[in-house]
């Protein structure tokens, strides 16, 4: 469980003034702490070996002597699990329902997302925005080129519009913002990179011939995570969020009567 002191927010977005946006990024942290808790795999196994042993057990509530008897050197990590989620569920019940985030509109809720992501890095963006078969684009191609080829071109045109359709439109509590010169620059760009490269590993190929297994060696060699859609989502939302916390790297969109009076 993060600590409170990580919980840092800012923005030169805004247009609501009166919009608690401090309190939807901590409000959206939390719950996702909470979710990554309950799907922990020690809370998980801890979890269906108590329920498995004893009938209408609560594990939230019952007695730690239950939990030593029945999951001997398994108990105290369950248990400290058990701490940390009710621990969670105390503080998410005095915050923002996670509805308040979930209902705001798209670009409302990305600002609060890659501000959440600044503090909470499993916070993270859509990954369908990079699922073909929903909609999503491609961007494997691109990062394949950049490592093939050294160009970052095709990376800028292919990330770019993926940009503005999730926040270069005005929200109800948001501007839309743009990147500088309407582009992202190459050295944030080699950062969104540098996930999909650098590891090697001997690939191994299973095949099946008779009923006989048989394990096929390639060679050493550089792993290509370009198609690995988390990894993808995660690079992306971190870039995203790097642009959107720093003034340097970004405009803020504003009517042009908005503008105009700002200049009187």
């Given at each position: 469980?993060?600590?409170?002191?990580?919980?840092?927010?800012?923005t030169?977005?805004?247009?609501?003034?009166?919009f608690?946006?401090?309190?939807?990024?901590?409000?959206?942290?939390?719950?996702?702490?909470?979710?990554?808790?309950?799907?922990?795999?020690?809370?998980?196994?801890?979890?269906?070996?108590?329920?498995?042993?004893?009938?209408?057990?609560?594990?939230?509530?019952?007695?730690?002597?239950?939990?030593?008897?029945?999951?001997?050197?398994?108990?105290?990590?369950?248990?400290?699990?058990?701490?940390?989620?009710?621990?969670?569920k105390?503080?998410?019940?005095?915050?923002l329902p996670?509805?308040?985030v979930?209902?705001?509109?798209?670009?409302?809720?990305v600002?609060?997302?890659?501000?959440?992501?600044?503090?909470?890095?499993?916070?993270?963006?859509?990954?369908?925005?990079?699922?073909?078969?929903?909609?999503g684009?491609?961007?494997?191609k691109?990062?394949?080129?950049?490592?093939?080829?050294?160009?970052?071109?095709?990376?800028?045109?292919?990330?770019?519009?993926?940009?503005?359709?999730?926040?270069?439109?005005?929200?109800?509590?948001?501007?839309?913002?743009?990147?500088?010169?309407?582009?992202?620059?190459?050295?944030?760009?080699?950062?969104?990179?540098?996930?999909?490269?650098g590891?090697?590993?001997?690939?191994?190929?299973?095949?099946?011939?008779?009923?006989?297994?048989?394990?096929?060696?390639?060679?050493?060699?550089?792993?290509?995570?370009?198609?690995?859609?988390?990894?993808?989502i995660?690079?992306?939302?971190?870039?995203?969020?790097?642009?959107?916390?720093?003034?340097?790297?970004?405009?803020?969109?504003?009517?042009?009567?908005?503008?105009?009076?700002?200049?009187?």
């Open positions: 469980m993060l600590k409170s002191e990580k919980f840092y927010s800012k030169n977005a805004l247009k609501d003034t009166n608690d946006f401090a309190g939807h990024v901590r409000t959206l942290v939390r719950n996702t702490e909470l979710s990554r808790m309950q799907e922990k795999k020690s809370f998980k196994d801890g979890k269906k070996a108590l329920e498995d042993a004893h009938a209408d057990i609560d594990v939230m509530t019952c007695d730690t002597s239950i939990i030593n008897q029945t999951l001997g050197n398994d108990a105290g990590q369950f248990i400290k699990d058990r701490e940390e989620i009710i621990a969670l105390d503080e998410i019940a005095t915050l996670i509805d308040n979930t209902a705001l509109c798209p670009t409302d809720r600002h609060i997302t890659l501000m959440a992501n600044a503090i909470y890095k499993s916070v993270q963006l859509d990954i369908d925005i990079f699922d073909t078969e929903k909609g684009v491609d961007i494997s691109a990062i394949q080129a950049y490592y093939s080829k050294g160009s970052i071109k095709d990376l800028k045109d292919a990330l770019r519009p993926v940009f503005n359709k999730l926040i270069g439109s005005e929200g109800d509590y948001f501007y839309g913002i743009k990147t500088k010169k309407s582009d992202f620059t190459d050295k944030d760009l080699r950062n969104f990179l540098a996930p999909f490269g590891s090697a590993k001997r690939e191994q190929v299973k095949s099946k011939k008779d009923g006989v297994e048989t394990i096929t060696f390639k060679d050493f060699n550089y792993t290509d995570k370009s198609g690995n859609k988390k990894v993808q995660a690079a992306f939302t971190t870039l995203c969020a790097v642009v959107l916390d720093n003034a340097s790297k970004h405009d803020v969109i504003k009517p042009e009567e908005e503008k105009k009076e700002e200049t009187k």
